[in-house]
């Protein structure tokens, strides 16, 4: 079984950063992978960024230039990196792991771009 926790969201005005953490229960470095998603009100929930067990990432168009996935092992922690927020940026952001083919998802934080 695997927990994840994931914090660092908040209100953010256009232009400004955050960074989302995901604290995992157990050794990160155990995962196929690790995921960001976001969903926004009214749509599907939609890969952002993800990291793989070598350290291969890939992102979402929507945010190639701006947002950075990282992961401390030491720490079982994968975090996200968001520059140049926008308001369309506006979502739910939930952190995903993929551990011997079984998904598991943490609570969501939110993230709102505004001003």
């Known amino acids: 079984q695997v927990q994840l926790v994931e914090s660092g969201g908040g209100l953010v005005q256009p232009g400004g950063s955050l960074r989302l953490a995901c604290a995992a229960s157990?050794?990160?470095?155990?995962?196929?992978?690790m995921a960001w998603y976001r969903q926004a009100p009214g749509k599907q929930r939609d890969l952002v960024a993800l990291?793989?067990?070598?350290?291969?990432?890939n992102y979402a168009d929507s945010v190639k230039g701006r947002f950075s996935i990282s992961r401390d092992n030491a720490k079982n922690t994968v975090y996200l990196q968001m520059n140049s927020l926008k308001p369309e940026d506006t979502a739910v952001y939930y952190c995903?792991?993929?551990?011997?083919?079984?998904?598991?998802w943490g609570q969501g934080t939110q993230v709102t771009v505004s001003s």
């Open positions: 157990r050794n990160i470095f155990d995962f196929n992978f």
């Open positions: 990291i793989g067990s070598g350290g291969n990432t």
């Open positions: 995903k792991a993929v551990f011997f083919g079984d998904a598991y």
